[in-house]
Structure formats: structure tokens, C-alpha cells
């Protein structure tokens, strides 16, 4: 069992930047690849980064890359998400996810993901 607990999500102008962090708790974070996934009102939630058990290998999707930087600190079974040049189109709630696919990929697939946390609230104003 994982429970997962976002935080760092605010209200921030369009420009600025953002760090949400994750708390992992029940289990060690270093046993699952992890992911952060983001839902718009009336829009299919979609993956925005991932990145492996140890931290070595990530993911992002081309509509995030250069903007979106995920990392890890096992020691203390947090994984972070740095946004900077935040734009409107960023508006979400995010969500951090632990995935039990196993340490030998990253999974980038919601249905690949076994463990949610409750979500965090970014709104980018312009």
C-alpha cells in the first residue's frame, strides 16, 4: 500500500513558476517508477512527466518538455515536479501517481499507475 500527498499548487501569474511535491507514505517511494498526471476541467487527464525507480531516466511529453523537470529524493520518498514559464493552457488539478509495472521502464499510461494522490490545484493567470 502507497498513499500519496500532493502539495505546492497555487494561484501564480503566467511566467512564473511552480514546485508540487509528492510525500509517499506505507511503502518506500524507491520500489515504483513515478508519475505526475494533470486534468483541465472537460479534458482527459494526461501524463506530463515520469521518471524511474532510482531517479536515472524521465519522461516528458513534447507539449511539456524544456518547461517541466521531474526528480526524486528517495531518502526522504518524495518526488518533485519544477514548472517554470507557466502558461494558461497550464490551469489544472495535478496529480502524482506510483506506478507497480516493475523498476525495468517508465510507465506513462494512467492505467499503469496503481496509486493516486488526491490532487493539487494550479490556476496560471494572464
Known amino acids: 500500500q502507497v498513499q500519496l500527498v500532493e502539495s505546492g499548487g497555487g494561484l501564480v501569474q503566467a511566467g512564473g513558476s511552480l514546485r508540487l511535491s509528492c510525500a509517499a507514505s506505507?511503502?518506500?517511494?524507491?520500489?515504483?517508477?513515478m508519475g505526475w498526471f494533470r486534468q483541465a476541467p472537460g479534458k482527459e487527464r494526461e501524463s506530463v512527466a515520469a521518471?524511474?525507480?532510482?531517479?536515472?531516466?524521465?519522461y516528458y511529453p513534447d507539449s511539456v518538455k524544456g518547461r517541466f523537470t521531474i526528480s526524486r529524493d528517495n531518502a526522504k520518498n518524495t518526488v518533485y515536479l519544477q514548472i517554470h514559464s507557466l502558461q494558461p493552457e497550464d490551469t489544472a488539478v495535478y496529480y502524482c501517481?506510483?506506478?507497480?509495472?516493475?523498476?525495468?521502464?517508465?510507465?506513462?499510461?494512467?492505467?499503469?499507475?496503481?496509486?493516486w494522490g488526491q490532487g493539487t490545484q494550479v490556476t496560471v493567470s494572464s
Open positions: 501517481a506510483a506506478s507497480k509495472v516493475g523498476c525495468a521502464r517508465i510507465p506513462t499510461r494512467d492505467n499503469e499507475y496503481d496509486y
Open positions: 506505507g511503502r518506500t517511494a524507491s520500489n515504483y517508477p
Open positions: 521518471i524511474s525507480c532510482g531517479g536515472g531516466r524521465t
